[in-house]
């Protein structure tokens, strides 16, 4: 891999890392890592040092490089998400995450219903209006779809005015990202999880936080089942 950069040097180990290429507890050295990338040392240090910020690997003099256990990863950063669902457990990983939106985002739609504004509940109905005309036009692959729907969801959380669930905001936006990449999002959206978008957009909208809560918990549910069944 000759003339790699820093992004593609960390790119390509981060990813054999989280695909388990590199099992935990196995060695690397810098001099290897310069030799198999063609690249310099400084390089090579540089992705390192970004692997042992987000917990995957730990640099020890005398010792080298060790993939650290997958418990000590930073399981909620973008890059590692995105390498794992890229990777051969890609739905094992998508059906994980997809559990921490289910434990989230319903509690994040009810605090939504009665903290958001006007002018935010507003928005968050007309997204959902975007995602119903969409999905009836059969876009839901599309990439206005995509966007739409990552809008949509991060409004949420934000509105939440829970600064603790907001800051998942960037990894679920990552596995809804992930899971049309994988093509698992149909183009013609599934009744039961369009609805309750739209119904849940209603319930935030009219301050009604149980319903908000009810219908959010009916969409990711009906989500999760579709991933644990592909």
């Given at each position: 891999?000759?003339?790699?950069?820093?992004?593609?040097?960390?790119?390509?180990?981060?990813?054999?890392?989280?695909?388990?290429?590199?099992?935990?507890?196995?060695?690397?050295?810098?001099?290897?890592?310069?030799?198999?990338?063609?690249?310099?040392?400084?390089?090579?240090?540089?992705?390192?040092?970004?692997?042992?910020?987000m917990?995957?690997?730990?640099?020890?003099?005398?010792?080298?490089?060790?993939?650290?256990?997958?418990?000590?990863?930073?399981?909620?950063?973008?890059?590692?998400?995105?390498?794992?669902?890229?990777?051969?457990?890609?739905?094992?990983?998508?059906?994980?995450?997809?559990?921490?939106?289910?434990a989230?985002?319903?509690?994040?739609?009810?605090?939504?219903?009665?903290?958001?504004?006007?002018?935010?509940?507003?928005?968050?109905?007309?997204?959902?209006?975007?995602?119903?005309?969409?999905?009836?036009?059969?876009?839901?692959?599309?990439d206005?779809?995509?966007?739409?729907?990552?809008?949509?969801?991060?409004?949420?959380?934000?509105?939440?005015?829970?600064?603790?669930?907001?800051?998942?905001?960037?990894a679920?936006?990552?596995?809804?990202?992930?899971?049309?990449?994988?093509?698992?999002?149909?183009?013609?959206?599934?009744?039961?999880?369009?609805?309750?978008?739209?119904?849940?957009?209603?319930?935030?909208?009219?301050?009604?936080?149980?319903?908000?809560?009810?219908?959010?918990?009916?969409?990711?549910?009906?989500?999760?089942?579709?991933?644990?069944?592909?």
């Amino acid at each position: 891999m000759a003339q790699a950069s820093h992004g593609s040097v960390l790119d390509d180990l981060g990813g054999r890392i989280a695909a388990g290429e590199q099992a935990p507890g196995s060695v690397l050295t810098l001099a290897g890592l310069e030799s198999h990338y063609g690249v310099s040392r400084t390089v090579v240090r540089e992705a390192v040092r970004v692997l042992e910020a987000m917990g995957m690997v730990e640099s020890r003099r005398r010792v080298g490089i060790t993939v650290r256990p997958i418990d000590r990863w930073n399981a909620l950063d973008t890059r590692l998400i995105d390498w794992q669902l890229r990777g051969p457990s890609h739905r094992h990983h998508l059906a994980v995450v997809t559990e921490l939106r289910a434990a989230i985002e319903p509690v994040a739609a009810a605090l939504s219903a009665r903290r958001a504004s006007d002018v935010e509940r507003a928005e968050i109905a007309r997204l959902a209006a975007e995602l119903q005309r969409l999905g009836a036009a059969g876009l839901g692959d599309s990439d206005e779809y995509l966007a739409i729907d990552i809008a949509f969801h991060e409004l949420i959380l934000d509105t939440s005015g829970n600064l603790m669930l907001a800051a998942t905001k960037a990894a679920i936006s990552a596995v809804i990202a992930g899971r049309a990449r994988l093509g698992l999002t149909p183009g013609d959206p599934h009744d039961v999880a369009l609805e309750n978008h739209v119904a849940t957009a209603r319930a935030i909208a009219r301050g009604d936080a149980a319903s908000a809560e009810e219908h959010t918990r009916t969409y990711v549910e009906a989500i999760l089942s579709e991933v644990r069944s592909s």
